[in-house]
């Protein structure tokens, strides 16, 4: 294709290249080279891996009650790849559960929740909610003993909550218990709703990312070294050197995913039977800590505390900002309560959650 054919391809598709490729180039810190630093970035990766699986495996799946449970053993059992492809999947899902914590964590652990950063945390909490949502309503189409009755549990915590509890349990459910409707609101949920809304939140993090540029970890000393690295070495560039290197990690993680799917592959549990109530039904591991919570704390309590957590971690660089900050005055800086704080119950979670898989 000569210089001209090339202008009138241009021309065709009327798109300004250059100006795609200044909004896609986002100057980075040199700090950003670390590996650890792509986390984000992988967790995008991982959902599209996720969506390529999960379409070969829609083209089996039967979201109804008399079919579900079939279907997807027909996909482990006689499906050509089909265990494998499940068992990606579902691997898969908790590695971006995974990295949405560490990503978390890493932003968490070099503040860069504040300086008036709010919104793009609040962005990042909220697309670890629908993270969750995509493991729970994933591991219910399979309709076996633990997702039926993971179904009858969750909907009696819904039901729970003062005022709406009964509409929102109806709206979960598809009517007041488990029918023939129930895993095609729940399938709907998790193949377009929920992908739907994690675009959403990608979107508004991305933005308050971008509005107030990356932050720089570390103190003065650190800024002035940054400084220097750039005049020296000219800016980091998203692309395509830090794109290059997400891809690199995320190669190696598509590479244990699947070794782990080979050597641990997934399996069929009972099929779900309303007549009987397992005695030990426990469900995916970032969920056991709630789990457990509810054994400890019943009702309402529990409910509410699971609330107040999930809101404090929402507005925690407003807490941060405005209580524990002035703490840390107190104290002439010495220590940092909101990091100590902070890590204190993400250890306890995670500890909690692998102590009892």
């Known amino acids: 294709m000569d210089k001209q054919d090339r202008r009138a391809l241009l ?10 490729y200044e909004k896609a180039d986002e100057p980075l810190p040199h700090s950003a080279k670390r590996w650890w630093w792509c986390w984000g970035g992988i967790v ?36 050509r790849y089909g265990q494998f492809i499940r068992s990606v999947h579902g691997w898969s899902a908790s590695f971006m559960v995974i990295f949405v914590f560490l990503h978390m964590l890493r ?30 309503t994933g591991y219910a189409l399979i309709f076996d003993q633990r997702s039926y009755w993971g179904m009858i549990i969750t909907s009696n915590l819904i039901a729970t909550i003062p005022l709406i509890g009964n509409l929102l349990r109806n709206l979960f459910l598809a009517g007041p218990e488990i029918n023939t409707a129930t895993l095609s609101r729940i399938y709907a949920l998790h193949v377009q709703i929920l992908p739907a809304l994690l675009i959403m939140f990608v979107v508004v993090h991305l933005f308050f990312v971008r509005l107030m540029g990356m932050y720089l970890p570390g103190n003065q000393k650190d800024r002035e070294e ?28 598509v590479l244990v995913i699947c070794l782990l799917a080979l050597a641990l592959p ?3 549990g009972t099929p779900s039977d309303p007549l009987y109530t397992p005695e030990h039904i426990k469900p995916e591991w970032y969920f056991l800590p709630y789990y457990y919570l509810l054994k400890i704390v019943p009702g309402i309590v529990g409910i509410a505390l699971m609330a107040i957590s999930a809101v404090a971690l929402f507005f925690w660089p407003i807490l941060d900002h405005y209580l524990f900050q002035k703490i840390d ?3 002439k800086g ?7 704080l902070g890590l204190t119950v993400v250890i306890v979670y995670l500890v909690w959650a692998f102590a009892e898989t």
């Open 11 to 20: 021309k065709a598709f009327p798109v300004d290249i250059k100006g795609l």
């Open 44 to 79: 995008g990766l991982q959902f599209a891996f996720l969506a390529i699986t999960g379409l070969l495996l829609a083209m089996y799946y039967r979201a109804d009650p008399g079919t579900a449970y079939d279907s997807v053993a027909f996909i482990t059992e006689h499906a």
């Open 107 to 136: 932003a968490f652990v070099t503040g860069s929740f504040r300086e008036y950063r709010w919104g793009a945390w609040m962005g990042g909490v909220l697309l670890l909610t629908v993270t969750f949502g995509f493991g729970f």
């Open 226 to 253: 940054e400084k220097v690295l750039t005049d020296r070495e000219g800016v980091y560039h998203f692309y395509p050197d830090h794109l290059a290197s997400e891809f690199a990690v995320f190669l190696y993680l």
């Open 266 to 268: 997934a399996t069929m």
């Open 329 to 331: 005055k107190l104290f």
């Open 334 to 340: 010495r220590i940092e309560v909101s990091l100590i």
